[in-house]
């Protein structure tokens, strides 16, 4: 036989492009089209649909950059087409609409909502989905309006070049987008399920070996669809068409095909190449979409996570939220996921990371009743090895993501594993082999889920998450077509409508020993996420600790002075810092709009929280006892003789001496001793207690360098590895002076400028204190640069702690392996410690997250080890001011061999006492008798039933025992999970005594005790 298949599927393929596609309609007739654009910010529908709309044709331009137009779109559906449908013609009214879509993706450019004349939502219009079906018949009238925002594709081919649409003030007012079309349309349903047909199975087709049977099968029965179905007349011979191919759409699977539950999804990113605002109006549409497919598709399950996005809903969109609720209750519109938002998991804080869940799950189970059970990320840049711990203290059970087979040097080994933390917990976790959140269930995406998977021969089965995402949009008709035709299809996996806890629960009752992955997941992609847009991630880091003050001290206030607790405004304040956690705010990756919104959220929210602080302290206080300052201390540490959580009188901490030196200065204070040289450069950093010198001779600490930052691609994202081979060190000095010398605190400022920027500098010594304080002033105007502050510190340390979420991880400091190699950037919480046994230097931060530590051979033998921070970057996509302007950012160097010195700096760093003129003295509510033991949180239960929640975790990553002490008439303590629910069998509460808890912690556990007050 000849073979000529390469020609024979090009011939199908035109055959489907010029002679199915366009005769998916049977008939379309213009409608009479009138608009009206919205001067400004979006309006609702009661606002819209009164205004005066002005005549309106196809071809005509609309739309600036973020702009929103209604269309009021009139006209009857043809009474012909009674005759047509008469004669047993199978058809669908539908209003058929193009905006002037792009060829892109879905979701990064023009959308719209369609609204009946009563404001009812029906569906919405996006690329690759242009339809709203109608039920007016023929004859009958079309009174209809959209919603059309003319967002402009910023991403634009993805070339990552500097680009003003990402600010509102920059975009432009001239309109991008063309209106081609608003018809009624009657859908040919024959052709259109042809169509479906011959997707599938061209899509397969491509996927089979030559070599097989099946493969040319296919091929043939595709050839004679074209040779059999009329070119002229489609509509007439397509169920000819299809009968053709019924055989081989008829055959089953193999046995051992790979399992596919597919579940609908829409990774809608709460924000990013869009503001936030955009987002909410993304929701709507695509629930919409959602919606309406649950009308015609009775196994259709949608899983979208978030519950911020669904609160969203129920205040803008109540309608639609209603609407979800039912199909919550029915098990089809499924939470997943159970955070607040899609966080990134780096560089949240512990208590904000348990927040996460706390404040999504509850918001879950108050409104539907349904608790998650999985923990579901696909897109998040990496996951902390706290996370485990994190999910399961929730009362979660699964983990999903698909982002680590975006690595770009080692692949992950398995994709159905058990996930292990820093403390031992365990999570049943699956990777979708697919490798995309975005499915349409092609034969190509199923084909590489079973190609892939990992754990063939023990396990067999995957999940599939399909629709359109990140700009939204959804699950399609035609995806769920694809779903029918693949339940059994010879040469393909089977596809499942399915939920993810379906999934999750087949999966492990079907792998009940699957291999473990101990330790974090660490992203080898995306490293610059750390660094970029530095005043976000101050903004988040502040507001995580006025936080921790603002419960502390309402809490403390609430039982010592019977003041009222602000449920409600701490509930606000924290759902602000959790959306700003979304995975592509905090770690930099938005737009300008987006982060420009960010800092002024967190500068209100600043104002909100000191004042509910100023409320507590002020209750605390009483006048008649006011006497010297005293010091308000939320660290778990004490603080200049101020207990932890309490406040009292300051100790002064004993004199600082400060010598001039060759240009620069010396200071002491009998702990330790800091040389600054005449460079501004810290050439000594000297224990005075036991003689040692953390500073290697001839290499100075304190160095600011300098290095081209021009990633090879997603540049607010990554930071590559080439950054290492440019570099200044940046020593020249304008100033070095000593601007205080007198009593407790000697401080020396450096003043440096380099490029367009300047730098000033002043390092602090206080009295009694082992570490030496940077705060550095950074007036920024650089663009494609990194700015790092190194300290060379003369530490023999193969490995190095760096603090994550209620504990720390080791990562090595060398690049044995490729695993090694590719975490050249990490990401560290407030410190960062590396020792040797008897000796330790913690590099402490008070906003800064991005680090290298790395070992450096010695001239004079063996090893160093160098800790660099990364204080700031200037990517220029998507964001193309981004960074620019001031920044103050807080560093500290202490000499200290064990891990809880560095615990103890971080906080005080984060959590500098707060002195108050003339209040009294503050007893602590809850003491902890064990310093391993860390309180990390102190607020009241939100059920709001008055009882006071203790969040503890061992900090040292050791086995601890320990009493916790409430100061208060107690009448009960028992342990609970993070959502404050008791647990049957404490795991960690040993005995209760009255206000005493007597723990026993295994490394690095983290404990909630919920104390019911007498
Ligand atoms: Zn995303």
Not at 86 to 107: H, I, K, N
Not at 488 to 495: A, D, I, K, R, Y
Request: proline share 6%.
């Amino acid at each position: 036989m000849h073979h000529n298949s390469t020609l024979v599927r090009a011939r199908i393929e035109r055959f489907i492009e010029e002679r199915v596609r366009p005769a998916l309609y049977r008939d379309t007739v213009a409608l009479e089209v009138r608009a009206w654009e919205v001067p400004d910010e979006p309006v609702p529908f009661t606002d819209a649909v009164g205004q005066d709309f002005e005549a309106f044709s196809t071809g005509q331009t609309w739309g600036k950059p973020w702009g929103t137009t209604w269309f009021h779109v009139t006209g009857t559906v043809p009474a012909a087409w009674a005759d047509l449908i008469d004669d047993g013609f199978d058809g669908r009214v539908e209003l058929v609409v193009d905006l002037g879509f792009l060829s892109g993706q879905p979701g990064f450019q023009a959308e719209g909502l369609v609204f009946n004349p009563d404001g009812r939502i029906l569906k919405a219009i996006e690329p690759f989905n242009h339809y709203v079906p109608l039920t007016a018949g023929p004859g009958e009238t079309i009174d209809l309006f959209i919603e059309a925002a003319s967002n402009p594709d910023v991403g634009s081919d993805w070339n990552y070049r500097p680009t003003p649409v990402g600010d509102q003030a920059t975009a432009g007012t001239e309109p991008i987008y063309r209106l081609r079309r608003i018809d009624v349309g009657l859908l040919d349903r024959a052709v259109w399920e042809l169509d479906r047909d011959l997707w599938t199975l061209t899509g397969l087709v491509d996927e089979l070996s030559p070599a097989l049977p099946r493969h040319a099968e296919i091929l043939r029965a595709l050839e004679n669809v074209v040779d059999g179905m009329d070119p002229d007349h489609i509509s007439a011979t397509a169920a000819q068409g299809r009968a053709l191919l019924a055989t081989v759409l008829a055959q089953p699977a193999y046995a051992s095909a790979h399992r596919v539950i597919a579940v609908g999804h829409a990774h809608i990113d709460s924000a990013w190449l869009w503001p936030l605002r955009e987002t909410i109006r993304k929701c709507a549409r695509t629930f919409s979409n959602v919606l309406d497919l649950m009308d015609q598709d009775p196994d259709f399950v949608f899983a979208c996570s978030s519950a911020q996005q669904y609160a969203w809903m129920k205040e803008h969109y109540p309608d639609v939220f209603e609407r979800i609720r039912v199909r919550a209750l029915e098990g089809r519109f499924v939470p997943v996921g159970g955070m607040w938002v899609e966080s990134d998991t780096n560089m949240p804080g512990g208590e904000a990371l348990a927040r996460q869940l706390l404040a999504g799950k509850t918001f879950f189970m108050r409104e539907f009743g349904i608790e998650p059970l999985e923990v579901w990320l696909p897109d998040s840049f990496g996951y902390t090895g706290a996370l485990p711990q994190i999910v399961t203290a929730a009362g979660s059970r699964y983990f999903l993501t698909q982002k680590t087979s975006w690595n770009e040097t080692n692949l992950m080994p398995h994709h159905t594993f058990s996930w292990e933390g820093i403390d031992g917990s365990r999570v049943f976790t699956h990777f979708p082999p697919v490798d995309t959140y975005n499915s349409v269930l092609s034969g190509a995406e199923l084909a590489r889920a079973e190609r892939q998977y990992s754990e063939k021969g023990s396990s067999n089965l995957s999940l599939v998450p399909f629709g359109y995402g990140n700009g939204g949009g959804g699950p399609t008709r035609e995806m769920l077509a694809a779903a029918g035709r693949l339940q059994s299809l010879e040469g393909s996996p089977t596809v499942e409508l399915a939920s993810p806890l379906a999934f999750f629960e087949e999966a492990e009752s079907d792998y009940p020993n699957p291999p473990v992955w101990s330790g974090e997941l660490y992203l080898e992609f995306h490293r610059g996420t750390y660094t970029s847009q530095a005043k976000t991630k101050a903004g988040n880091r502040r507001s995580e600790h006025l936080l921790r003050e603002a419960e502390l001290w309402a809490a403390t206030a609430a039982v010592r002075a019977g003041a009222g607790y602000p449920h409600e405004r701490l509930a606000e304040a924290w759902q602000t810092v959790l959306l700003l956690q979304f995975h592509d705010i905090l770690p930099g990756s938005s737009i300008a709009w987006v982060h420009q919104q960010a800092e002024a959220s967190y500068a209100a929210l600043a104002g909100e929280l000191e004042a509910l602080i100023a409320d507590a302290i002020g209750a605390l206080n009483d006048p008649s006892d006011a006497g010297e300052p005293v010091g308000f201390n939320a660290s778990p540490f004490a603080v200049s003789g101020v207990p932890p959580l309490a406040a009292g009188p300051v100790v002064s901490g004993g004199s600082v001496t400060a010598d001039a030196t060759d240009g620069g200065f010396v200071l002491r204070n009998g702990v330790i001793s800091v040389t600054i040289d005449a460079r501004g450069l810290i050439t000594s950093l000297l224990s005075e207690v036991t003689g040692r010198e953390a500073v290697p001779a001839g290499q100075p600490g304190n160095l600011l360098q300098l290095f081209r930052d021009t990633p090879t691609q997603w540049d607010a994202w990554d930071l590559d590895d080439h950054y290492q081979r440019s570099g200044t060190d940046l020593v020249d000095v304008e100033s070095v002076e000593l601007v205080e010398s007198a009593g407790d605190r000697a401080a020396v400022r450096v003043v440096r400028r380099f490029g367009t920027s300047t730098i000033e500098q002043v390092l602090s010594l206080q009295g009694n204190a082992s570490a030496v304080d940077i705060v550095s002033t950074v007036d920024w105007h650089e663009r494609q640069k990194l700015l790092k502050l190194a300290f060379p510190l003369d530490v023999h340390a193969d490995r190095a702690a760096s603090e994550i979420q209620f504990g720390h991880i080791h990562r090595p400091t060398h690049s044995n392996t490729s695993w090694d190699a590719a975490r050249f950037e990490t990401c560290a919480h407030r410190w960062v410690h590396v020792g040797e046994p008897g000796f330790g230097v913690t590099v402490a931060n008070d906003s800064t997250y991005g680090h290298d530590i790395t070992r450096k051979a010695d001239p004079n033998g063996g090893t160093f080890t160098l800790v660099r921070q990364s204080l700031l970057r200037a990517p220029v996509f998507p964001d193309p001011t981004a960074d620019q302007g001031r920044h103050v950012l807080r560093t500290s160097v202490k000499i200290g061999e064990d891990i809880l010195d560095a615990a103890d700096e971080g906080y005080r760093l984060n959590l500098p006492l707060r002195i108050v003129e003339g209040a009294a003295a503050v007893e602590p509510l809850v003491v902890s008798s064990t310093p391993s033991i860390v309180i990390e949180s102190v607020k009241l239960a939100e059920d709001r039933s008055g009882d006071l929640v203790v969040r503890l975790y061992e900090a040292r990553g050791a086995r601890a025992s320990g009493r916790v002490i409430v100061d208060a008439g107690v009448d009960r303590i028992v342990e609970t999970d993070l959502l404050e629910r008791e647990l049957a069998d404490p795991p960690a509460l040993a005995a209760v005594d009255g206000a005493t808890a007597e723990l026993r912690l295994r490394p690095f556990q983290i404990v909630t005790l919920r104390v019911a007050l007498a």
